[in-house]
């Protein structure tokens, strides 16, 4: 089946550890994205990517670090700068012809990073 | 600073009642706006969408509407269900914006008792 898989779903992350965020897609879909939820805070931008090997900031993207080097994989980096950075984490995509035909996006399940 | 509005943190319906959930934007470049639907620890899921050259989209028991003018819009559900209960996020989407991505709301905690 088609979808999104995002890995692992519960990580638990020391004080001034870095920890990468796994975002995989067959849907064969140009545009990736990164967002972070907070109670109360709805979804918020982290990076996103409408190409391989291009990607731009969102509006939180301080403390986070990206890279597209394949279509079908979007990791997310949490560095040790990010200074909160414990929430429920959701990788999306959508087909690039989103803006034509109103396609739209899709999310994986989400993974949940608690510092300890 | 916040493009889309759900000013609504939460609403209560009861089972078979309508419920009515609001979204404001800001943003005069949008046309497509989306519902999407959110459980605890899951991805959202998308439930329905709207261009701006309508007014009205309806699929099933959901239909939401558009009022351009006031740069608001709706997302009614009849009959609610126990099931409904969920988060509602409203999106917005430029689609003339080479950037592509969508602007969301902070949600609404939809809770439908029997």
């Known amino acids: 089946d088609g979808g999104i898989t995002q890995s692992p779903k519960y990580l638990f992350r020391k004080e001034g550890q870095n920890v990468t965020l796994s975002c995989e897609q067959n849907?064969?879909?140009?545009?990736m994205y990164w967002y972070r939820q907070d109670p109360g805070q709805g979804l918020r931008l982290i990076y996103y990517?409408?190409?391989?090997?291009?990607?731009q900031k969102g509006d939180i993207a301080e403390g986070y670090s990206v890279s597209r080097e394949k279509k079908e994989s979007f990791p997310l980096t949490v560095t040790s700068a990010q200074k909160n950075p414990t929430a429920f984490y959701l990788c999306?995509?959508?087909?690039?012809?989103?803006?034509?035909?109103?396609?739209?996006?899709?999310f994986g399940e989400g993974s949940w990073l608690t510092v300890v | 600073d916040q493009q889309v509005k759900q000013n609504s943190p939460s609403l209560s319906v009861q089972e078979g009642r309508i419920s009515i959930l609001n979204c404001d934007y800001t943003?005069?470049?949008?046309?497509?706006f989306l519902w999407y639907k959110k459980y605890p620890a899951e991805g959202p899921t998308f439930l329905i969408s709207?261009?701006?050259?309508?007014d009205k989209n309806e699929d099933g028991r959901f239909t939401v509407f558009l009022n351009k003018s006031a740069k608001h819009l709706s997302l009614h559900i009849v009959p609610s269900q126990p099931g409904d209960s969920a988060v509602y996020f409203c999106?917005?989407?430029?689609?003339?914006?080479?950037?592509?991505?969508?602007?969301f709301g902070r949600g609404t905690q939809l809770t439908v008792w029997p």
């Open positions: 999106a917005a989407f430029d689609r003339g914006s080479t950037l592509g991505r969508l602007y």
């Open positions: 990517s409408q190409i391989v090997n291009d990607f």
């Open positions: 943003n005069s470049m949008f046309d497509y």
């Open positions: 709207i261009s701006s050259i309508k």
């Open positions: 849907l064969n879909h140009d545009a």
């Open positions: 999306a995509s959508a087909p690039t012809t989103v803006r034509r035909s109103g396609n739209t996006i899709y």
